[in-house]
Structures are given as C-alpha cells and as structure tokens.
C-alpha cells in the first residue's frame, strides 16, 4: 500500500507560479514511477506529468510543456509539481499518483494509488 497526500494548491492569477507536493508512505515509494494528474468540472481526469523511479525520465503533456515540471525526492517520500505561468485552463483538482510500475507511463489504468486532490484555482 502507498498512502499520498497533496499540498500546495490555492488560487493564484494568471502567469503565476504554485507549487505541489505529494507526501508518499507505505510501499517503497523508491522503485515507483510517479505521476500527477488533472480533472476540470464536467471533464475527464487527464494526465499532466510523470517522473520514472530514478528521476531520470519525465514525460509533459503538451499543454503544460514548458511550464510544468516534475521532480522528486526519494530521501523525502516527496514529488513535486512546480507550476510556473499558470493559465484560467489549469483550473482543476490535482491528484498525485503512484505507480507500480517503474517506468514513466501516462495511462490512468497504470496507477494503482491516488491521492485525495489538491484544488488549484488560476483567476484571469
């Protein structure tokens, strides 16, 4: 079992900057790809960004290239999802991942842990 826990979310205006963090017990948090995901109201849950266990591999969502990025920290259970130029689009509930896999993957299916959610809030 991984047990997740996101922080960090709030409301900031556009072209600012909020950083997640998700908070891992349990399982060897060491050997499993991470991912963060998100879900707008009246929509899917989509994917945003995937670190592999090492931190060697990351994989963006076309939307957020650029903008986003992943990082970890293995000697802290911790992932992070820096969020720089935020748009009124990045509205959503931000939900962090494990994966038991150890490679980057992007499918929800491929995560077995998920997080309660973090509301990030970007006002125009």
């Known amino acids: 079992q991984v047990q997740l826990v996101e922080s960090g979310g709030g409301l900031v205006q556009a072209g600012g900057s909020l950083r997640l963090s998700c908070a891992a017990s349990g399982r060897t948090f060491s050997m499993t790809a991470m991912g963060w995901f998100r879900q707008a109201p009246g929509k899917e849950r989509e994917f945003v960004a995937a670190i592999n266990w090492s931190a060697v591999n990351t994989y963006y969502a076309d939307s957020v290239k650029g903008r986003f990025t992943i990082s970890r920290d293995n000697a802290k259970n911790t992932v992070y999802l820096q969020m720089n130029s935020l748009k009124p689009e990045d509205t959503a509930v931000y939900y962090c991942?494990?994966?038991?896999?150890?490679?980057?993957?992007?499918?929800?299916?491929?995560?077995?842990?998920w997080g309660q959610g973090t509301q990030v809030t970007v006002s125009s």
């Open positions: 991942a494990a994966s038991l896999r150890p490679q980057v993957t992007t499918k929800v299916y491929d995560y077995s842990y």
